[in-house]
């Protein structure tokens, strides 16, 4: 059973930093790409950032490219987010995805305010 679980979220100042991690189960870490999405409220769940399996090619949504890093260790299958910069509106619930099998983890509260 494919099982994902996100840690590191928390309360951080405007132009702190953070960085969440997603431990993956149950599938072949390695051999999957994988996503990170934020949601809020009242809204529909966006896509934030994703690395592809084996060379690791990754894309980021205009709104946190260059204050946002994703990164894998498979050696742990982990998946990493690392924000940098953060603004009152990266405050959401950020959830990793398996993009292979569509699996999401339970997600991990960020709220950015001074």
């Known amino acids: 059973q494919v099982h994902l679980v996100e840690s590191g979220g928390g309360l951080v100042q405007p132009g702190g930093s953070l960085r969440l991690s997603c431990v993956g189960s149950?599938?072949?870490?390695?051999?999957?790409?994988m996503s990170w999405h934020r949601q809020v409220p009242g809204k529909e769940r966006e896509w934030v950032a994703e690395?592809?399996?084996?060379?690791?090619?990754?894309n980021y949504a205009d709104s946190v490219k260059g204050r946002f890093t994703i990164t894998r260790d498979d050696g742990k299958n982990t998946v990493y987010l690392q924000m940098n910069s953060l603004k009152p509106e990266d405050t959401a619930v950020y959830y990793c995805?398996?993009?292979?099998?569509?699996?999401w983890g339970q997600g991990t509260q960020v709220t950015v305010s001074s």
């Open positions: 690395i592809g399996s084996v060379i690791g090619v990754t």
């Open positions: 149950g599938f072949s870490f390695p051999m999957s790409a």
């Open positions: 995805r398996n993009i292979v099998t569509g699996s």
